[in-house]
């Protein structure tokens, strides 16, 4: 269902009331306003199609990550069964490889998947490990990074991108090859000091550029696969950042100042290279709003899905995949309707 909202006069209520400083103190703001956010944009809510993990047989306990494999192939990586599930084109599972352990092919809680044509990445949740495995789940290599991985992503030319906490030189995201040989380290213009802030998540723009969207501010960053800064752009609507509570650690110790909740929890990219960013706590409809952006950062739509979700993914057909429930439910909904 298609909805409209325009910012304007006629959403001001009882202007014939108001004092006239304030009157024209309103216009003045509204003047202010940037035109691509007085402009109607289509609200869009979403209805799945289909759900994986509600039958007995195609159980999830906690879906931490997506990927996609030719043919329709989607792998689920289950943090709590230690596994990777496989799902097939009629979104039935047929299968999973990986047990509990600390040897090759085994898994501490997988959390961030990637896959490539013929390659399937893995980390460990929070931790420093990437396997890799052939597309016939055959285990290729290990490796360590030196920082904690937030997520991972293939390009085109077969070169696995790794998002991870900053180095002491704030190197945070590194391009690599399948067996942990370091070919790029970027340093993302808004990393810091502060932990929390540096964590982010990312996507492939096509075959040339990585898309980076960090979970505690209001920001994206994107970068081309050769190193180079391209943009950074905000969201229109959304707060700069997420709200911060202070902790005290003792007369000895400084005190601990965290986020209570997040900016963004997910985003993706579809093949027109539209950016989909899945907010969390500071818009109308919590973890259900998308924001749909191009590559100026110019806010196209807004998409509201059915159910709150963890993370949101898109294949190669148009179709979004969403974490949702206690990470029991994957919900796809189909974005060409």
Known sequence: MLRSRTVGLNTLPCLHTLPLCVLVAGLLSLCATPLHTMRAQAVRDLKPIATIG??????????????????QRVLVADKLEYNIKCIDNSRHLTGSFGKRGKGDGEFRGPGS???AETLVAVSDFESTRVQVFTDTYKHLSTFYTDGRVFDLAFDA??????????NARGEG????????????????????MNMFDNVFMMAMNGATEIVVAYMVHNTVE?????????????????????????????MFSEALTVPEDNIFMGVAVDAGGMTYLLADQYTEHPRRDIFVV???????????LAEPSYRIFL??????????GARTLIRVYNLRR
Request: aromatic share 8%; no cysteine.
């Open 54 to 71: 509600a039958a007995d047989d195609n159980l999830i306990l906690g879906a931490f990550g997506l990927a996609f494999l030719p043919r």
């Open 157 to 166: 030319n077969g070169y696995l991108w790794i998002g991870k906490l900053p």
């Open 173 to 192: 995201l590194l391009q690599s090859d399948i067996h942990g040989n370091i070919r790029k380290n970027i340093i993302l213009r808004h990393s810091s």
């Open 113 to 115: 998947i990637a896959a």
């Open 222 to 250: 994107i970068w081309d696969t050769s190193g180079r800064f391209v943009r950074e752009f905000s969201v229109p609507g959304i707060r700069p950042r997420a709200e911060q509570k202070t902790f005290s650690r003792g």
């Open 315 to 324: 294949d190669s057909h148009g179709d979004l995949f969403s974490i949702e």
């Open 294 to 304: 191009n590559h100026q950062g110019q806010l196209i739509s807004q998409l509201v």
